[in-house]
């Protein structure tokens, strides 16, 4: 602990590392095309529950879930651009990274869908 070196809190700092997480969301939309998708299911899932006004635990759910893929997406994409940049060439452990980190959007997607269908389907009958 004798090495980390303590700052003063300073405004100024974290609104510009809010700058920065912006900065971050709008280049992953400019680059990743799986971004359109997930907004696209965002606004679909989030339409769906305002036309059946889910209550307050389901939209809790919604959002739960619906965070979770995002955040899933954006580490994997931040893990993809980091193993292309440290290692440009094919590798099977950088392949394996990567499709590790895929895996893992996948299971946030499915644990989503599994969610909206059981909140969603008994509404439909």
Known sequence: MDNIKTQKFSAIKRLQSIGYA???????????????????????????GLFFAIPVNEWLSIILVTGFVWVAEIFNTAIEAIMDHLSPEQHPKVKYIKDVAAAAVLLAAVTAV????????????
């Open 22 to 48: 912006v900065s971050g969301i709008l280049s992953f939309f400019k680059t990743q095309h799986n971004a359109i998708i997930h907004l696209c299911s965002t606004v679909t899932v989030v339409m769906a």
């Open 114 to 125: 599994v969610t909206g269908a059981l909140i969603f389907i008994p509404k439909l009958f």
